[in-house]
């Protein structure tokens, strides 16, 4: 009893916590969704296709030592990656790391430095959505 | 803040009275300062401020959307705070008086960018053959915490 009342409670914060890192997610998605629509009025959705692309092709434009996104984030994007100062990357997968792109600001901040580091520029809001939308998938 | 405790051999680097200690050891008051914890630690341990001048952390933070062929880009009110923090506790703050041996050899007009440029880190250094930098876990001399475990604590011991 007193442990199936200890599991229930532990269950609902775990839920809640879940339940509050995807509404992150959908509202970060949501708001590029929008904005891509306002860059181009044929976008529709996102393609998870697009964003595996964006993410493994060799850019160019930007540094040489960072050509892609993978440079850092590696090609399974369940495992950690490293960054060219050596520190470990928590996986950018979420089903391997359930806080990924929760926290509005840290998103923002992260592909602005990463595109410009890699593509010289900043991506669009299709581009990010793109990205987003594959890591949700793997 | 207490002042730095130098242990016997970078004292004798650094040419002050050796003091008896064990082992190598260098231990600074561990960061705290929140903005500086959050935004420079994502790609590298945070650096004490005090190994580098005032002037350096000034230079490198004027700088950050080309930090090392890298963008570090924060917004101005950050970037500003962080550099009020960095500069203040940097190596020829008044503050530091006791560790000001770290700037031995770099004169008033250099600018270094690197804490691996400067005289001491290099003489610390010598013996550490430079294959041990390109090991794939450690990549490169700035990954302090590879070797210096509590390195982020400002805790610089020999392993």
Request: proline letters at 7%; a positive charge.
């Amino acid at each position: 009893m007193t442990s199936r009342l200890l599991f229930v409670a532990l269950l609902i914060p775990a839920i809640g916590v879940a339940a509050l890192a995807s509404a992150g997610r959908d509202g970060i998605v949501s708001a590029l969704s929008a904005q891509a629509k306002q860059d181009n009025s044929k976008f529709t959705s996102f393609s998870a296709e697009a964003g595996k692309k964006f993410w493994f092709t060799a850019h160019v434009g930007g540094k040489s030592d960072t050509p892609s996104c993978v440079t850092c984030h590696t090609k399974d994007a369940r495992t950690m990656g490293q960054t060219r100062a050596g520190k470990a990357i928590d996986p950018m997968a979420v089903s391997a790391n359930p806080n990924r792109f929760t926290d509005p600001e840290k998103v923002a901040k992260w592909f602005g430095r990463n595109c410009n580091t890699v593509l010289g520029r900043e991506c669009t809001a299709e581009e990010k959505g793109n990205v987003i939308t594959y890591l949700m998938s793997q | 803040m207490r002042p730095a405790r130098i242990s016997a051999g970078l004292a004798a680097i650094l040419g002050l009275t050796a003091m008896a200690m064990p082992a190598l050891a260098l231990r600074l008051p561990p960061v705290t300062h929140p903005a500086t914890l959050k935004e420079c630690s994502g790609c590298h341990m945070v650096f004490p401020p005090q190994m580098l001048p005032a002037r350096s952390w000034t230079a490198l933070m004027g700088d950050l959307a080309n930090h090392f062929n890298e963008s570090a880009a924060l917004p101005p009110d950050v970037q500003a705070d962080i550099v009020g923090y960095l500069t203040a506790n940097a190596a020829d703050a008044p503050a530091n008086k006791a560790i000001r041996g770290l700037l031995s050899g770099v004169k008033a007009t250099d600018v270094p960018l690197r804490i691996t440029e400067m005289p001491w880190w290099k003489r610390s250094h010598g013996e550490v053959s430079p294959g041990r930098y390109a090991l794939p876990q450690i990549k490169t001399a700035s990954n302090c915490i590879a070797c210096h475990r509590d390195g982020a604590k400002g805790v610089f011991t020999e392993n």
